[in-house]
T-cell receptor, first 110, second 112 residues
Framework: NAGVTQTPKFRVLKTGQSMTLLCAQD?????MYWYRQDPGMGLRLIHY???????AKGEVPDGYNVSRLKKQNFLLGLESAAPSQTSVYFC?????????FGPGTRLLVL | AQSVAQPEDQVNVAEGNPLTVKCTYS??????LFWYVQYPNRGLQFLLK??????LVKGSYGFEAEFNKSQTSFHLKKPSALVSDSALYFC??????????FGKGNQVVVIP
């Protein structure tokens, strides 16, 4: 089992560019989450999904969109990247309360 | 809203000494509480959780946590710290729809 994987590991964008972060899990989990981690601020929930075909807003959803077309995948999109979106992005999945995390994507927006 | 607080930014401890990382919570109803650890340039790893039952919860890597309802605390402990325990530790509380609300994290530095 690979668990939770994230693609890419690192990316540099220019302001205004778009990109998609991919999260995949092979544990047949219903729930999936996207977080961002910034120094001194812990993890903040961007969007989450309670099952295939569903998405919901978290704590900091502005500037991001998500899609869950397949149960095993959860995509996070940035339509027009801004320097404030420079962060480390983590995906997680769960069947119940305990979440399992991917290794993260480090994004730098110039 | 459910929340947790980790009052210390950094905890320094000598190798071999007991390690305590503090967490207090604020919830309506019964809390589901978690501890995660993050090593440099890695994702978060689950350490342990309290759902119900015994107030002392044992987890991975020799860690344990004590749930104290009267003090609304869930402190993480290890009897004898190792240099390899140096990492970022997060306390979290379940907040509906299997979401978690995380604290800001505690950097633990174990000094050889």
């Amino acid at each position: 089992n690979a668990g939770v994987t994230q693609t890419p590991k690192f990316r540099v964008l220019k302001t205004g560019q778009s990109m998609t972060l991919l999260c995949a899990q092979d544990m047949n989990h219903e729930y999936m989450y996207w977080y961002r981690q910034d120094p001194g601020m812990g993890l903040r929930l961007i969007h989450y999904s309670v099952g295939e075909g569903t998405t919901a807003k978290g704590e900091v959803p502005d500037g991001y969109n998500v899609s869950r077309l397949k149960k095993q995948n959860f995509l996070l999109g940035l339509e027009s990247a801004a320097p404030s979106q420079t962060s480390v992005y983590f995906c997680a999945s769960s069947m119940r309360e305990t979440q399992y995390f991917g290794p993260g994507t480090r994004l730098l927006v110039l | 809203a459910q929340s947790v607080a980790q009052p210390e930014d950094q905890v320094n401890v000598a190798e071999g000494n007991p390690l305590t990382v503090k967490c207090t919570y604020s919830v309506s109803g019964n809390p589901y509480l978690f501890w995660y650890v993050q090593y440099p340039n890695r994702g978060l790893q689950f350490l342990l959780k309290y759902i119900t039952g015994d107030n002392l919860v044992k987890g991975s890597y020799g860690f344990e946590a004590e749930f104290n309802k009267s003090q609304t605390s869930f402190h993480l402990k290890k009897p004898s710290a190792l240099v390899s325990d140096s990492a970022l530790y997060f306390c979290a509380v379940a907040s509906g729809n299997n979401r978690l609300a995380f604290g800001k994290g505690n950097q633990v530095v174990v000094i050889p």
